[in-house]
């Protein structure tokens, strides 16, 4: 039996939406099988390091069981030896594995509160330096990024989401200045991201999932040599919001 034109929208939207929560699930599954054992034999020999490895493992399997795939660019022009603020956009749940996993840098990230609840998630959270930020408590916000901070000045990279939140397909929503923060008194340049396509894959809002190539794309790195002030901050936030905004073609 032949469908009609009509019909041929709405089937596949089922079949967006059955993707979706397959992605969801995979993410799930990944998620029972293998963390329990390892934060376990993590917290009994006490060595944090076992968990990293498999929470790479993790985000890169997860990305390709939902049929994503990851083309990185950019990372030609970093210094191997230097620490970086990756200072990025954010439109989907793909982001979060996306940057993990495709920096080529063993990253730690900034991280809303909420994946705190999270079962089994929020617990290893901390085994791979993901901090969680409550920014609706100003005073916490600020000891989250302190305590950042000084895993930067140790030589841990770190990954921000700088818009607080997922934006909605084709959005671009203003930045935060908390990672600037950081940078500038870590005194490590930042490496602006632009992100592209997660929001076509798997957006904000949409509940509907497809298979398709993400764009890593990692800009020049900013100095943030000599911010010292809030008015050089806010120079540095609009500078690396502008060149990602360029690269999304914003």
Aim: charged share 20%; net charge positive; proline share 4%.
């Amino acid at each position: 039996m032949r469908l009609s034109v009509a019909a041929i929208p709405t089937l596949m939207r089922i079949f967006r939406r059955l993707h979706y929560w397959w992605s969801l699930f995979v993410a799930g599954a990944l998620l029972l099988i293998f963390a329990p054992p390892v934060l376990l034999v993590a917290w009994l020999t006490g060595n944090h390091e076992l968990v990293y490895p498999w929470a790479l493992f993790g985000a890169r399997n997860w990305l390709k069981l939902s049929g994503v795939t990851v083309r990185v660019s950019g990372n030609e022009g970093l210094d191997p030896a230097q620490t970086y603020v990756f200072i990025s956009n954010h439109r989907s749940y793909l982001d979060t594995a996306t940057i993990f996993a495709y920096t080529g840098r063993r990253l730690g990230l900034l991280a809303k509160k909420e994946l705190l609840n999270v079962p089994i998630l929020g617990y290893g959270m901390g085994f791979v330096n993901v901090m969680a930020i409550d920014r609706s408590n100003s005073e916490r916000a600020r000891a989250t990024v302190e305590a950042a901070t000084a895993r930067i000045r140790s030589g841990r990279s770190f990954g921000v989401f700088a818009e607080g939140t997922r934006a909605r397909p084709g959005e671009f929503l203003a930045f935060k200045k908390g990672a600037f923060y950081m940078a500038a008194q870590a005194q490590v340049p930042i490496v602006p991201v632009a992100i592209k396509n997660t929001d076509f894959l798997m957006g904000k809002g949409t509940g509907e999932a497809k298979s398709g190539l993400i764009d890593l794309v990692m800009l020049a790195p900013v100095p943030t040599a000599g911010c010292s002030t809030d008015e050089d901050i806010r120079r540095l936030v609009n500078r690396v919001h502008d060149m990602i905004g360029h690269e999304l073609d914003l």
